[in-house]
């Protein structure tokens, strides 16, 4: 089966650092871009950023300033969303997803998300 | 990159149909045929309903279309049914640099 498994939900407090997972099974990892997607409390979908895992490109919303890292070790089939010092405002649901590596291309394959929460 | 424009709610009975519409500018929306839409049941991850403005994945019933006229892009679900009713995000390709741009969601309700 073709899917996306995340590591569970987290909760952290501010300052401290994280680092989350998803793993990618039954398609060829380096085929596809992966990318991770933010969906604060009630709120709608943002992208954070993308990377692909065959050619290393990659692509970042401006609108998060390097506030989070993207790595990925293709020979576990997975990537990563790390932050160094979490704040409050990073409470959502992180979600990774799939994309083909054509123009234009959806996230056709999505993670059941992470949960993430920032308080003290 | 600013989010496209949907509405908030939109809502109708069951058999009905409804049209969710997805607002955007001429750099995204009107200069790309690249319109996605996905689907979000409460607690659940978005599903994938219609990329390419118009195309169904493989699984999506024909009651969900999608179209494009200008700046806006429209979804209609027809032949509504209980298990549409969740949230409804589009999204635009804005180019290389700018894959995504995502909707405001809007949540559909059957009466």
């Known amino acids: 089966e073709v899917r996306l498994t995340q590591s569970g939900a987290e909760l952290k407090e501010p300052g401290e650092s994280l680092k989350i997972s998803c793993q990618a099974s039954g398609y060829r990892f380096t085929d596809y871009w992966i990318g991770w997607v933010r969906q604060m409390p009630g709120k709608g979908l943002e992208w954070m950023a993308i990377v692909h895992p065959g050619h290393f490109n990659r692509r970042d919303n401006p609108s998060f300033g390097g506030h989070v890292t993207l790595d990925f070790d293709a020979s576990i089939n997975t990537a990563f969303l790390q932050w160094r010092s979490l704040q409050a405002s990073d409470t959502a649901i992180y979600y990774c997803?799939?994309?083909?590596?054509?123009?234009?291309?959806?996230?056709?394959?999505w993670g059941q998300g992470t949960l993430v929460t920032v308080s003290s | 990159q600013s989010a496209l424009t949907q509405p908030r709610s939109v809502s109708g009975s069951p058999g009905q149909s409804v049209t969710v519409s997805c607002t955007g500018t001429s750099a995204d929306v009107g200069r790309y045929n690249f319109v996605s839409w996905y689907q979000q049941h409460p607690g659940k991850a978005p599903k994938l309903l219609i990329h390419d403005v118009s195309q169904r994945p493989s699984g999506i019933p024909d009651r969900f279309s999608g179209s494009k006229s200008g700046n806006t892009a429209s979804l209609e679900i027809s032949g509504l049914q209980t298990d549409d009713e969740a949230d409804y995000f589009c999204?635009?390709?804005?180019?290389?640099?700018?894959?995504?741009?995502f909707g405001t969601g809007t949540e559909v309700t059957v009466l």
């Open positions: 999204c635009s390709y804005a180019g290389t640099y700018n894959p995504f741009v």
């Open positions: 997803a799939r994309r083909r590596d054509v123009t234009g291309s959806p996230f056709d394959l």
